[in-house]
């Protein structure tokens, strides 16, 4: 099994000091995870290009960024641009997703797909093959600091299957995550944890990515 990759959401950092939040976890993370709201697809509003841009310019880290919005299509290459290296749009929100998918694959970033608590998994089968990853929500998404759904163990599990022998696409999951539930994801295998109040709601955000990998180290 590949080493388990966390995802740092910064959402849940300070942003009147987002680059000295962002050097806390720089050392210790894998990537970080940029949550895209349009206040249509959920009912928040948060980053655009231009934070990503500035988190370009704090840190050497891929910048995944996870467009919860309608119209994606229209954004990717601004995200592109500036700096993201991993972008997800989600099933949802995505009537044409094959073609989604390509445009992401065409700017030279890679393309993921994200689906929300009640999608199931195998709504994703024919696209599998064409992603670099799939996100599963573990919460519905809009906001940060919410509480685990079980259920998604499951659907992590029947994904892998899907997945069977291949080491693509990798399996990412957001929502609820900390040392309990970490363990349970990456035993159903997921591959790529993002946490953000877990992290940044700690006096010490590097520790906290420290305690998930050996949350999981057994595993």
């Known amino acids: 099994m590949a080493p388990v990759r966390i995802a740092p959401s910064i959402l849940s950092a300070d942003f009147t000091r987002l680059a000295d939040a962002i050097g806390t976890v720089s050392s210790a993370a894998d990537l970080l995870h940029v949550d895209v709201m349009d206040g249509r697809f ?3 509003i948060t980053l655009g290009p231009l934070i990503v841009e500035a988190v370009r310019r704090t840190t ?8 919860m919005i309608v119209e994606p299509d229209r954004y990717v290459a601004d995200f592109r ?3 993201a290296d991993m972008i997800s749009v989600h099933v949802e929100a995505c009537p044409h997703l094959q073609r989604t998918i390509e445009q992401i694959r065409e700017t030279g970033a890679l393309a993921g797909v994200a689906i929300n608590p009640a999608t199931p998994v195998e709504m994703l089968i024919d696209i599998l093959p064409d992603v670099d990853y799939v996100l599963v929500m573990s919460v519905n998404p809009g906001f940060g600091g919410q509480t685990f759904w079980p259920r998604a163990v499951d659907k992590i599990r029947r994904l892998a299957a899907l997945r069977g ?13 900390n040392q309990a539930t970490a363990a ?3 035993e159903a ?8 109040s877990f992290v940044f709601g700690a006096e010490n955000p590097s520790a906290q990515i420290e305690i998930l990998r050996q949350a999981v180290a057994p595993l």
């Open 81 to 83: 641009k500036a700096g």
């Open 60 to 67: 050497d880290l891929p910048i995944d960024v996870h467009m």
């Open 42 to 44: 959920v009912p928040n």
């Open 184 to 186: 349970s994801v990456i």
């Open 165 to 177: 022998e291949r080491e693509r696409p990798l399996i990412e999951v957001d929502g609820g995550i």
């Open 189 to 196: 295998g997921a591959d790529i944890l993002v946490a953000g």
